[in-house]
């Protein structure tokens, strides 16, 4: 009989949500392996993205010294509301985001990911790249007790394994914690393309002054022609990252194509002069997931635990996904050292993980919005008549007609009741707080 390949803890996926967890077992102690199915760490991974740095100071806390591959830092945000020929642009700049280590940056995943890999191999963990993992190993009382993955004789061993697989869930199904693949309205779909301009282009069309400044702009309504979902620009060192995403079922509903959606974005009237002569170097798809709190998978088991995407665990409204992904590996992780030391795995002591989440604001945000994605699918109005209005409005306040301002404003309401009565403004704002407010 050929000797068990044994750990102490078994990583699968080398995204945020898995290095985390693996670089704080690994520096508490533990013999950990992360396997990743991409070539290398990030090499299958796409984000927008920002990057927020607070999670990443809680795993790592000299990681400024270690030279993180970071854009830009974000010191310029804010959201374009599009009609299909204008655009009201509300942005927020201050001297404060310009201290650095900022808040946050743009980043590249395909740099990011490899550079954050390494740091938990620094820490003694062991990355195995292309490697899929293909079933969860369970003893005859149904314990998680490690993992087989593609390669001959693949099977490792370990008392605990925290599943970080991202959105597509197949682990976390078998392992008993989520029943089946989520549905389609509870997915998003997003497209992303990193143009390439050269840094003086940039720096001028975005007015930044430098390359340790950067911007983040989300945008809604034309965009999705009207539809729940979102656009993204961002600016990276010498290129773009603009990109669309929709819940799967909108793209089916509306016979939308992604990439074509993302087209029509960047041939906007507003848009297309950021992009003018700009090369698109890179291009990808890629799934969100959108569950919201109520449809979680359950967290821990017996021997495992879940973390990331892979729980669903994405705040849309603030585009943040990373770092609630390294909070709860590095949560996950703390959870597997205090296991070891007490020599319990069962899933009643792996559900201190939960706790933990709950104490801090994953699972506290997750709660707040977990109406938002239901909100936003049955309100369509936000995304299309309401952003439509606010651009026909703006664009009659700031034109001199020759009439009356008093006119003027009663065109306005004019046009607003038409669209929309009062009463359904009102009841509309009262769902926005509502849904806001959890
Ligand atoms: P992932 O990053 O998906 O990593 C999972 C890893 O597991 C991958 O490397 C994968 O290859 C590997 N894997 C999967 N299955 C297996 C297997 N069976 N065996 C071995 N390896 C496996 N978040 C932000 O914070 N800011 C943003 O601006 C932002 N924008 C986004 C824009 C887009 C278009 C998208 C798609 C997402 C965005 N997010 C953003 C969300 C963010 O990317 C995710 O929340 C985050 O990456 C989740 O990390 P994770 O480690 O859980 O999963």
Redesign the pocket.
């Known amino acids: 009989m050929t000797d068990r390949l044994t750990f102490d803890a078994i990583v ?8 985390a967890a693996a670089l704080t077992m690994a520096r508490g102690g533990l013999n950990v392996i992360i ?4 070539r290398f ?12 740095t607070h999670a990443l100071a809680d795993v790592l806390p000299d990681y400024w010294e270690r030279k993180p591959p970071f854009e830009r830092p974000v010191t310029e945000q804010g959201y374009w509301m599009l009609s299909p020929d204008s655009a009201i642009r509300v942005m927020h700049k201050s001297e404060r985001y310009l201290k650095e280590p900022a808040d946050a940056y743009t980043v590249l ?1 395909a740099r990011f ?1 490899p550079w954050f890999a390494e740091q938990a191999a620094a820490a003694g963990a062991l990355l195995i790249t292309r ?4 079933q969860l190993l369970k003893d005859e009382r149904g314990r998680a007790i490690g993992v087989d ?1 593609d390669r001959p004789e693949g099977k490792v061993y370990a008392p605990v394994v925290i599943i ?5 869930n ?2 976390t199904q078998q392992a008993g914690l989520i029943a089946s693949d989520l549905p389609p309205k509870y997915v ?1 779909l ?3 393309e990193y143009i390439n301009l050269p840094a003086k282009d940039l720096q001028t069309r975005f007015g930044l002054s430098g390359p340790r400044e950067g911007v ?1 702009i989300d945008v809604f309504g034309d965009v999705t022609l009207g539809l729940p979902g979102t656009g ?1 620009i ?1 600016t990276d060192q010498s290129g773009i990252s603009i ?1 669309v ?1 929709m819940l799967l079922d909108e793209f089916v509903t509306h016979r939308l194509r992604p990439y074509e959606v993302l087209e029509r974005f960047k041939r906007h009237p507003v848009v297309r002069p950021y992009l003018e002569g700009g090369e698109v170097r890179e291009y990808g798809a ?3 997931p959108e569950m919201g709190y109520d449809r979680m998978p359950k967290l821990a088991s017996d021997g495992v635990m879940v ?5 669903g ?2 705040d849309a409204l603030h ?7 390294i909070t ?2 590095r949560m996950a992780g703390e959870t597997a050292l205090a296991a070891h030391q007490a020599g319990d795995f069962s899933a009643a002591f792996l559900s201190r993980y939960r706790r933990s989440l709950e104490g801090s604001f994953v699972l506290k945000d997750m709660k707040q919005y977990r109406r938002m994605t239901d909100f936003l699918e049955s309100s369509p109005q936000f995304m299309g008549t309401y952003v439509n209005l606010l651009n026909e409005a703006a664009l009659r306040y700031f034109t001199a007609h020759g009439i009356p301002k008093r006119t003027m404003e009663h065109d306005i309401l004019k046009m607003v009741r038409e669209r929309r009565s009062f009463t359904g403004v009102a009841w509309d704002m009262l769902k926005l707080m509502r849904a806001m407010r959890g």
Do not use: S, W
């Open positions: 699968v996926g080398a995204g945020p949500a898995g290095v396997i990743e199915r991409g760490a990030g090499a299958k991974n796409l984000f927008g993205g920002v990057f927020y995943r990911d490697t899929t993992v293909t993955t970080a697989e991202g959105v597509n197949l682990l998003a997003a497209v992303k983040a993204f961002y990109g995403g890629h799934l969100i973390a990331g995407d892979a729980a665990m994405v585009r943040e996904g990373t770092n609630l992904a709860a590996g």
